[in-house]
């Protein structure tokens, strides 16, 4: 091959084909014949090529995406190096192996099947997924296509690698799953509309609570779903959403079952798929319509509450200004509560507020501290004015209230109390010093009768003993006679000592160690001509287990007489009285005195131990009495810390009840008297 130049400058390809003719004597080639084709084509042809497979290698290599080459039967030929890189193996590995070897496992069935595919149309686009060296997953997007590669049919494949789209894609899917998710899960109902009101989506929750399964709803209008009394407000609605693009509205939901509730429309213009669509959330405020109403009747019923109040009510802002007033405070002012609220408490109220800037009422409030004050006006009434300040959430002075209230009457009364009970107070002292007068006047009466009447007492025992002498049948009975009424009438003397004694505070005891079975032998010593003259036997069922006890003695001996006697004076001719006395828990002592005589009625049961009180005044006359010895008894019994009370049926009998603590100790006393208990 050779180069010449031609004309015009043009260099030509030629190539030389020749064979010598003649040759010289030196044998040198004298004379040759041949051809010189033009070749200039084939030269450009070929240079063509080797600049093709050149721009071939060089996108080959440096293509973003991954290149494969196979042969027919699916064998690597040749790879990239954004392969190699992306998927981390050499191209040594790669070269003369399959790509099945790297595909994941759950996508090979769907490989092969683009495989067939490829071989039917020379060509095929699908994703799969290869497993890269690291063990990490890498989808891809994959173009197969058949071509000629070094003068056979071989297969081009290139992978776009897309991770970015598949997390992509992932996150909307999360993001669509948690909107749907938002939702159908919602309290409130959404609906989504276009702008000619047709529905085109809706949530379970509005669904649910209209009563209509989705596809029912669907087919529905809003007028459909809302009572006669709010559809006609759905097209001034829509001007307005159209206006400012968004509105907060209140409306009645009607639902399935013709039964309605309260709602609250949020509905807004948003853009969605590059249209306009309108986006309504509606919450149901049925608990806010009751919890409202509840307001508005406990405001009707503060209202009718403060209005039928005597005193004036005035509640002000913090600069003293009024927001509200009873009706007593307007007819004060004799003026409608219209036109009372706005203005400053102390330009229309002299009464409640001074109209000066030292107004006590006004400083306490505005300084958060209740004050109460006393004015008087011109005409001669007095008034109470009280200022109780209200404090907000955080301590702020919000306002107030001012309470007045006329109490000229009231200090009138309040007046005329206290002279009462000064009168009163007077005439107490004066009663106490009567009461010690006489007090110390039956001390001494006791004191001067009791000195005649131990004579009177023992010569009437002298003569009862035949000492001076025998007696006959009649100086017998006179000097019986004598002893019981002298005996009648120092029992009564010692009773009006003991009650001057217990009321002047004079009253002793001595406790000292004792035994109660030999309390119970002297009084019935001291009684024992009674129980003779009525023929009474008295059978005892002392406790041998009573231990002794710390007790004033002769304080024990008059309980047990003046029991005894009230048993001896109310039992029939030939009766009997029981005595029985028993130690409970070891620490305490309980004496019972039983009689079968009148009994008394469960109406005086409960005070029997009244001072001076006797049943009826035929009781009295028919068995005498004074009222003082049971009354006596409860102060005996209370003084050691103990219990009495009294069982009885009318008819039957009657039984005292005795409790006394062994140690002194206070134990739980029985106040009452049980009917029921024998």
């Known amino acids: 091959m050779t180069r010449i130049l031609a004309k015009h400058t043009i260099w030509k390809c030629l190539s030389v084909n020749g064979a010598t003719v003649l040759k010289n004597v030196q044998s040198c080639p004298f004379e040759s014949s041949g051809t010189q084709p033009n070749i200039d084509a084939i030269k450009r042809t070929e240079k063509e090529i080797v600049h093709s497979d050149h721009k071939f290698r060089t996108l080959f290599h440096n293509a973003n995406d991954l290149i494969f080459i196979q042969d027919m039967d699916m064998i690597i030929l040749e790879v990239n190096e954004a392969a190699s890189k992306a998927l981390g193996y ?44 690291d063990g990490a997953i890498l989808p891809v997007e994959i173009s197969n296509r058949i071509i000629y590669y070094e003068n056979h049919q071989a297969i081009l494949s290139i992978a776009k690698d897309i991770s970015r789209r598949k997390r992509a894609e992932s996150a909307l899917t999360r993001s669509e799953n948690k909107f749907r998710y938002i939702f159908d899960n919602v309290n409130d109902e959404i609906f989504m509309h276009d702008m000619d009101l047709n529905l085109l989506e809706v949530n379970q929750v509005a669904c649910k609570r209209l009563g209509y399964t989705k596809e029912e709803l669907l087919k529905l209008r809003p007028e459909d779903i809302e009572t006669s009394d709010h559809s006609p407000l759905i097209k001034s609605r829509m001007t307005a959403i159209n206006l400012f693009r968004h509105g907060i509205f209140e409306s009645e939901h009607l639902r399935r079952d013709g039964t309605t509730y309260p709602v609250e429309l949020s509905s807004s213009i948003v853009e969605l798929d590059g249209k306009r669509r309108i986006l309504t959330i509606v919450r149901d405020i049925t608990e806010r319509k009751e919890a409202e109403a509840a307001v508005r009747k406990h405001e009707i019923e503060k ?57 006590t009422i006004m400083l306490a409030n505005i300084q958060g501290t209740s004050m109460e004050v006393e004015r008087t006006t011109p005409d001669g009434r007095i008034w109470s004015v009280k200022g109780y300040p209200l404090k907000g959430p955080c301590g702020n002075i919000n ?79 006179a000097s019986e006679s004598i002893y019981r009424n002298a005996e009648r009438l120092r029992s009564l003397i010692d009773s009006l000592l003991y009650l001057s004694y217990v009321n002047s505070g004079k009253i002793e005891y001595n406790f000292e160690i004792m035994h109660i079975s030999s309390a119970i032998d002297e009084a019935l010593a001291k009684i024992s001509r009674k129980l003779d003259d009525k023929g009474i036997t008295v059978d005892k069922n002392i406790s041998h287990e009573i231990p002794f006890m710390r007790a004033e003695p002769e304080k024990i001996q008059e309980l047990l007489r003046n029991i005894l006697d009230n048993a001896i004076k109310f039992s029939h001719e030939g009766g009997k009285i029981c005595i029985a006395a028993y130690s409970e828990e070891k620490d305490i002592v309980k004496i019972e005195i039983s009689d079968h005589g009148i009994g008394i009625c469960d109406d005086h049961l409960n005070s029997l131990f009244t001072l001076f009180h006797q049943i009826d005044s035929s009781t009295s006359r028919r068995y005498g009495g004074t009222g003082i010895g049971l009354y006596i008894c409860k102060n005996i019994i209370t003084a050691h810390n103990g219990s009495i009370w009294i069982s009885s049926k009318e008819g039957e009998g009657t039984t005292v009840h005795i409790s006394l603590p062994l140690k002194r100790e206070s134990i739980e006393r029985k106040e009452y008297i049980n009917p029921t208990d024998n």
């Open 399 to 477: 306002g107030g209230i001012v309470i007045t209230l006329d109490i000229t009457e009231r200090k009138k009364f309040q007046e005329q109390m206290q002279k009462f009970n000064r009168e009163l107070l007077w005439m107490n002292e004066e009663l106490k010093s009567v009461d010690r007068i006489k007090n110390e006047f039956l001390a001494n009466l006791g004191h001067e009768l009791k000195t005649p009447l131990s004579s009177v007492i023992g010569y009437s025992e002298l003569l009862d003993s035949l000492s001076l002498g025998e007696l006959n049948d009649v100086q017998k009975k």
């Open 90 to 133: 050499s191209r040594e590995r790669m070269v003369g192996t399959k790509l099945l070897t790297i595909t994941s496992e759950e996508l090979l069935s769907k490989e092969r099947e683009m495989q067939n595919e490829l071989f039917i149309n020379g060509c095929s686009i699908y994703e799969t997924s290869y497993i890269c060296n």
């Open 303 to 359: 209202e009718i509450i403060l209005d039928g109040m005597e005193e004036q009510v005035v509640y002000h802002d913090h600069e003293m200004r009024i927001l509200w007033a009873n009706k007593a405070a307007c007819s004060f002012l004799n003026n409608e509560r219209s036109m009372i609220i706005g203005k400053l408490c102390n330009e229309i109220w002299p009464v409640g507020v001074d109209n000066t800037d030292n107004c």
